[in-house]
């Protein structure tokens, strides 16, 4: 989180950690069994490091804002820690995940198939609420087929690794989602990182050493998601092509959000879906399910199929997970009146944020816009302050983000009304002058 601090405040901390007691009841006895000792995980230098910064906010009295307690999600508003907020850190793009149809669709699939899945695709066999989402999704990208997963994440991690490999190359961008760079590791191809969004770069690259690498892959994200801005995928895609590599576009924040029926970057940029080789998305975010798609030929899907570890060696997504994702894809295309509110939010809260002198770094105003802070501790007090006056937006810190680029994220949604959206930005206001007005975090300890 806080890792480019001076001796003097780590050995202050130090200090402060050693002169307190554990909060953790150890019990003195074992309860049952021969005695033998476990790995204190405690002592790992990553852990030490943790440790510290807790206890950094402990001295300073900073209550971290994440894994708060949350209940009675609704739409626009969340209770957090007991108190009624409005809610800026939901996926929920479309207000999909409290819907009737979302919601009967799913209890229906558990009525008739039940909660689990029970088995891999490839030993169970397939059920027919898969194909039902799979031909849907294929569709909505106007592709030959679709392969649904059982996370996001390991969408990525799986379909990568199992399309590269030690004589290939892979280029991602710097702002990419950790699961991609996973995806990369794990293949073993050579991994290239150039300056977000920079199509001249990649140009540029590929003309000096494409030919060195037999399989070439291009990873990048349709709408960023720590900072809300789209690559410019016509040109990529026609550099793309021109050096004999494949385009995988992570949908992960974009499908169901860009786009004027919410189809996804290509529909907003009008590039034929078929130019890109490999669509990512989660069913997580607008889709208010979970789990993770690939579309595109019906080659690559049937190549997935043998050959990615998380769908292969993984259980099947579950029928009422399926099913949801199925009903927001209907509704999605059904009432795209959705997607238009939500771009009007997002550009709302994106002008408002930008008159009233906010950072917002990137963003273009979909449903991403980040207020950029700077240094992690007021992100996160920040965050604290905002949620005093009954908004819930949460801090993207360090590693998450670059050292001093900490931000606070706003996720906004079609289900903010326009009074959210300005008083949201009236107390961002409010709290930024406090913010800016702390010291900073050495300080800080120092006077604690
Ligand atoms: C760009 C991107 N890709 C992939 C994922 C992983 O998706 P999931 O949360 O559905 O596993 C995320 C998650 O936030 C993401 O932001």
């Known amino acids: 989180m806080i890792s480019d601090r001076s001796n003097e405040m780590d050995a202050l901390l130090i200090q402060l950690r050693s002169n307190r007691e554990s909060r953790v009841d150890t019990p003195s006895k074992a309860q049952n069994g021969p005695s033998v000792k476990g790995f204190d995980f405690s002592t790992l230098p990553d852990y030490r490091q943790m440790s510290m910064q807790r206890a950094a906010g402990d001295l300073i009295g900073i209550d971290l804002p994440f894994f708060r307690v949350t209940s009675q999600e609704d739409g626009a508003q969340i209770t957090v820690a007991g108190k009624r907020c409005l809610q800026f850190a939901s996926y929920d793009y479309l207000g999909f995940n409290q819907h009737p149809d979302v919601r009967n669709a799913a209890e229906r699939a558990v009525q008739e198939w039940g909660v689990s899945a029970t088995a891999s695709r490839l030993v169970g066999g397939e059920r027919p609420f898969h194909a039902k989402l799979e031909q849907k999704i294929a569709s909505a990208y106007s592709v030959e087929d679709a392969l649904a997963l059982v996370s996001g994440h390991a969408t990525n991690v799986s379909v990568i690794s199992a399309l590269t490999g030690p004589k290939d190359l892979v280029l991602i961008d710097s702002l990419i989602h950790n699961s991609v760079s996973e995806g990369v590791r794990l293949s073993g ?63 992960a924040h974009s499908f169901g959000v860009l786009g004027k029926t919410g189809r996804g970057i290509s529909e907003a940029v009008g590039i034929d879906p078929r130019s890109v080789e490999i669509w990512m998305g989660t069913l997580s975010k607008a889709l208010a399910s979970s789990g993770g798609f690939i579309a595109g030929s019906a080659a690559l899907i049937d190549y997935l199929r043998f050959k990615a570890a998380g769908f292969v060696f993984s259980v099947a997504l579950s029928a009422p997970l399926a099913a949801a994702a199925s009903a927001s894809i209907d509704l999605l295309l059904a009432e795209p009146e959705r997607v238009k509110k939500l771009a009007e939010n997002g550009q709302y809260f994106l002008k408002s944020a930008k008159q009233q002198g906010l950072n917002v770094g990137l963003s273009e105003g979909s449903a991403i816009t980040p207020i950029v802070i700077g240094d992690s501790m007021r992100a996160i007090i920040a965050a604290n302050l905002l949620l005093e006056s009954g908004i819930n937006a949460l801090p993207i810190i360090f590693p998450a983000v670059p050292e001093k680029q900490a931000r606070l994220r706003f996720f906004v949604t079609a289900t903010h009304s326009r009074s959210d959206l300005d008083y949201a930005i009236k107390t961002l206001v409010d709290v930024m002058k406090k913010v800016e007005m702390m010291p900073d975090l050495a300080t800080m300890i120092r006077q604690a």
């Open 189 to 251: 191809a050579t991994r290239l990182v150039f300056p977000h969004n920079d199509m001249s770069w990649i140009d540029r690259k590929l003309a000096e050493i494409r030919g060195q690498y037999s399989r070439v892959l291009i990873v990048v994200e349709g709408l960023y998601s720590m900072d809300g801005d789209t690559p410019d995928l016509v040109k990529l895609a026609e550099i793309k092509s021109r050096h004999d590599a494949w385009l995988m576009v992570d949908e």
